[in-house]
């Protein structure tokens, strides 16, 4: 990767060499994201059901806080909406909380049913327009409809493993790229004037 390649991620010199001033960090950042992912694949049920725990705790705070919000502008129009939008969040990341594994195989219920939904899709249009790269659509639509369809007929068993399994990829690739992002800031030339 060179100089170019960057600015036209980032098109400011001074962040560019800061980047490579502190390419370390994020070379160690990499290194355990691909870890953590790693982790992930060999303890799936462990990060499913710990995600669950995460995404309901967090949907209980914005709850709380959206309540809170809507009674000090009880004034306002969106009152009622902005009420029941916290109570419907607070109730469930309270059934998130006390039902992880349960909320897993819902959720990936409905990730099977969008992934076969979107892989469809998405062959369809590849296969209809024919625009430029559409061989590549439709590969994406291949692999999104397949992935789809092995959740499907794994349900729900695949409830238990898939969201950590999904959380352990998103964290290899993530590191991945930030592991070769920090070895091409190191590489840049020397900061000229």
Do not use: C
Not at 183 to 190: F, I, M, N, S, T
């Amino acid at each position: 990767m060179d100089v170019t390649e960057i600015t036209f991620i980032n098109p400011s010199l001074s962040d560019i060499q800061g980047l490579k001033k502190n390419w370390g960090w994020l070379l160690a950042l990499g290194i355990v994201s691909i870890i953590l992912g790693i982790l992930a694949l060999f303890s799936s049920v462990f990060f499913t059901v710990a995600s669950m725990l995460f995404f309901g705790w967090i949907l209980v705070i914005i709850g709380i806080l959206e309540m809170v919000h809507s009674f000090w502008n009880r004034h306002w129009g969106g009152f009622f909406l902005h009420l029941f939008s916290g109570i419907l969040a607070f109730v469930a990341g309270v059934i998130m909380i006390g039902n992880p594994a349960g909320s897993a195989v819902i959720l990936t219920l409905m990730m099977a049913m969008f992934f076969m939904v979107a892989g469809l899709f998405r062959i369809i249009t590849a296969l209809a327009m024919r625009f430029p790269s559409w061989r590549w659509r439709l590969f994406d639509g291949i692999i999104t409809l397949l992935l789809g369809i092995l959740l499907w007929e794994q349900w729900p068993f695949s409830g238990l493993w898939a969201i950590g399994m999904f959380i352990g990829i998103a964290l290899i690739i993530s590191g991945w790229s930030s592991v070769m992002l920090a070895l091409a800031a190191r590489d840049l030339p020397p900061r000229t004037a």
